[in-house]
Structures are given as structure tokens and as C-alpha cells.
DNA sequence: TTAAAATTGTTGCAATTGCAACAATGGTAT
DNA sequence: ATACCATTGTTGCAATTGCAACAATTTTAA
């Protein structure tokens, strides 16, 4: 389960977001989404596109700590945007609905039962996203590339049960989510290679243990 | 809010724990909370006492993934215990209530007003969760040691307000939460101390930039 | 098509870190 | 009081890593 609407039909969908105040934003590529949202507590669902939580410190460095996509949800409440240090923007032209979260809680008229619905499908998807971090986690308390990479690959075996992992994303990006210097990395992929635990093609890695 | 039964009276509470066919465990310290679970998919809450989860690497290696304190839940789908790769502790004498989540979710009697009060404060607590997983990500994610220590003095003001940090566990924990060994953990926060930018007491720090 | 931009591979070197080993201190139980 | 165990501090050293710089390749946009 990924949809936020799940088991909801397209009317009941319409009547909810009416109910929750909902407002639509189409932006394009490389756009704050914050930027235009007034209210301090949502929730967000990326209806299409794709877009991403960038949180910059104080010393201006920039980590992505999330990557959303169609039916993504994120928000202040539920991946921590407080004050400006955080920001999400836009990868390519998206599509976001914004809902009030505070009114989403408030709103009590149980004779809909799709509200029912919406709340469970909320949760499901909140709770996927604690799995998500939780592996993450795991995998930045490891101490060297090598057991990072190790580690990660073995959740996408987890995951997938085969062999060959399919980057979702670029080495400069793997690097990035790993939290490594993506030319340690580069360097470690290869001993690995050398040492023939892996064997990499195009975008694919293959583990040979 | 911390609690799961926040404004649902002991009455209802009794009611919707019977309802969901809630059992209650009590637990000497240091025994497996999961040992006693025969369901797939629950929910738990830690109604007294301390417990940890860990997980197990394939190299045998543990990380504490969470502490949970008094008030605090988990669950296959919340914290991501699948397989025999994860366990629960007890860290002192614990009592556990054990709720099945699929019958939560199924569960679709609206006339219970408070079963809506249960999903909402369990949404709230599951956002809270995310945002303290974002805030190990944020310190996970930098390179340096330093970085670490100051991503997390970081925070700790952040959230207090104060330029004193009270550590609420032991540095060798600390180490393990930051993910670096304890002792070029200590010598760091040495050089913090000799450059002028910390003072340290008893399990206080206090930064002075 | 072609120029520009982004991604990837490579390597030397300095800096940081983990590891191991041990001393010192503090706390706890008997 | 004392023996035991956990936590903390310290340091040398080897290993790992980040950083910088550059070449090669691929992708994207005009």
C-alpha cells in the first residue's frame, strides 16, 4: 500500500479534500514547495512528479532526507520541517495537494466512513516510512564504505530476494544517501569488484556471495 | 503528547484494550519481549519500564535501533522487526500490552468515538517517531566526528532552548547513538574542550559559542 | 549536431578514525 | 570495607577516509 486514497473512491476522494480545505499546487522543476504554503502544520501528497526534503545546516551544507515521488506524503508533522532549515524542491514539474493537519485531527464526523479509511491508509504509510528510516539508519551506523555498501545491499536482497541490485538512483546520489565520499566510494566498489564479491553493469549490481 | 490512550478515559481504555483482544505482559529485566509474541503484525506498548530494540547484524554485530521508555510503542510495522534479525529487551522489569494491529485496523465500529481518539494519537506519536529518525539521520549523515557532536549540541538546543545539554545516557552510549567509537569519541570532545568551545560536568554539557 | 553540464573513474596525500590496550575512576553488591 | 563491574580517559599506531584535482565518459539542452 502506497496510496494515500486507497479504498477511497474518486467521488468520496473529492468530498474529503473539500471537507479538509485541500488546495492543489502545480509547480515546475526546481521549486520551493514551502514557499508557498502559509499554514504550520500539513500534510502533503505528491499526486505526481517528484520532489525532494533537503534540510540545510548551519553551515550551509545540504543533505536530501527524503526522496518523495507520486504518492509521496510528507509534511511538517510527520518529516520535520521547522523554521527554514528545512525546504523541499521540486525535481521536475509536480503536482502537490495540501491538507491541514490539524483540521484532518479535529474533523470527527464519523458517519464518513472513508475518513476512516484515509486515517488507516495515513497510518500504513507513516509506518512504512519508519521502516524506511530505520534502514537507513542502520546502514549510517555502520562504520566503514564497505560495510555501508555490504549493509545496503544486503536490504535490497532483503527486499527484492535476488541477487541483482537496480540502483534507483545515480553513484553520486548512492553516495549521498550512504553518507561517504563518492570517490571512497567509487574506490571501495572497486576493491570489491577485485576482490570479486560484486560484478557492476550499467545502473546494475550483481553479488557474486 | 506521548500517550497512546491521551483523552480516553481508564473506562474506555479497559473497553478498547477488550476490543482489541489486548494481552498484558509482565517481564523480569532482560528478557526477549518478542519471545512471547506468536501474532505478525502488532503493536505494543511499553506501559512501565525500559526496554531496547536491537538489531542483529549478519556479522553478528548489535545496534540499538530505539530506546523505549514508559509510554512509548512498537511493532513489526512501526519499528521494523521482521525476521529474527531484531529483538526487544527489557532493561528492568517491564509491563507490555500487545495489540494486534490488523484487527485495529479492521476494527470499523464508528461508533466508538474513542477508537477515533486511539488512531489519532497513534498518528501523532508514529510523526513524532519520524521526526526523532530524521534527527539521527541529520547527525548519522555528517563525516566528522565533530560533526556529529555538533549536530547533536545542535538539536539538543534546538529543543530545550538551552545552551546546556543534560545527556541523557552515558558517553559509551552516546558513542553508540552517534554511531563512533567511544574513545576517539572522548578524545574529540577534548579537543572541544581545550579550543574553548565546550565545558563538560557530570553528565552535562555546556556549549560556550 | 554540438556544446555544455553532469556523472563517473582514478589517485596521491593529509587528516581522521577505529582499534587495542591499559589506567583511573565511580558505582554496586555482598 | 572490599571486591567486582561498568564507565571514562588516554595514547600509539595502522587503516580508512575525505578532499582535491583531473581525465574520461555520458547525458542533456540548445
Known amino acids: 500500500m502506497n496510496n494515500l486514497f486507497e479504498n477511497i473512491s474518486d467521488k468520496n476522494k473529492e468530498k474529503l479534500l473539500k471537507f479538509l480545505e485541500a488546495t492543489t499546487l502545480n509547480l515546475p522543476k526546481n521549486y520551493s514547495v514551502l514557499k508557498f504554503i502559509t499554514e504550520t502544520d500539513i500534510i502533503g501528497i505528491i499526486e505526481s512528479g517528484k520532489a525532494q526534503i533537503i534540510k540545510t545546516d548551519y553551515n550551509g551544507n545540504q543533505i536530501i532526507i527524503e526522496d518523495l515521488e507520486e504518492g509521496s506524503i510528507f509534511g511538517n508533522t510527520i518529516s520535520l520541517i521547522s523554521g527554514d532549515e528545512y525546504d523541499i524542491i521540486t525535481k521536475e514539474e509536480t503536482k502537490v495537494t495540501i491538507i491541514d493537519y490539524k483540521r484532518l485531527l479535529s474533523l470527527d464526523d464519523t458517519k464518513l466512513n472513508y475518513y476512516n479509511d484515509f486515517i488507516k491508509n495515513l497510518l500504513t504509510i507513516v509506518m512504512k516510512k519508519i521502516k524506511e528510516k530505520n534502514e537507513r539508519i542502520e546502514i549510517l551506523s555502520k562504520k566503514t564504505i564497505r560495510n555501508r555498501l555490504l549493509e545496503y545491499f ?23 544517501f550512504l553518507a561517504i565520499d563518492r570517490s571512497a566510494m567509487s574506490r571501495e ?6 576482490e570479486g564479491f560484486i560484478k557492476t553493469t550499467k545502473g546494475k549490481i550483481t553479488l557474486l556471495y
Chains 1, 2 share one sequence.
Open 189 to 194: 566498489i572497486k576493491n570489491l569488484k577485485n
Open 154 to 176: 544486503h536490504i535490497s536482497t532483503q527486499k527484492t530476494g535476488s541477487k541483482i541490485i537496480y540502483l534507483p538512483f545515480s553513484y553520486t546520489e548512492l553516495a549521498d
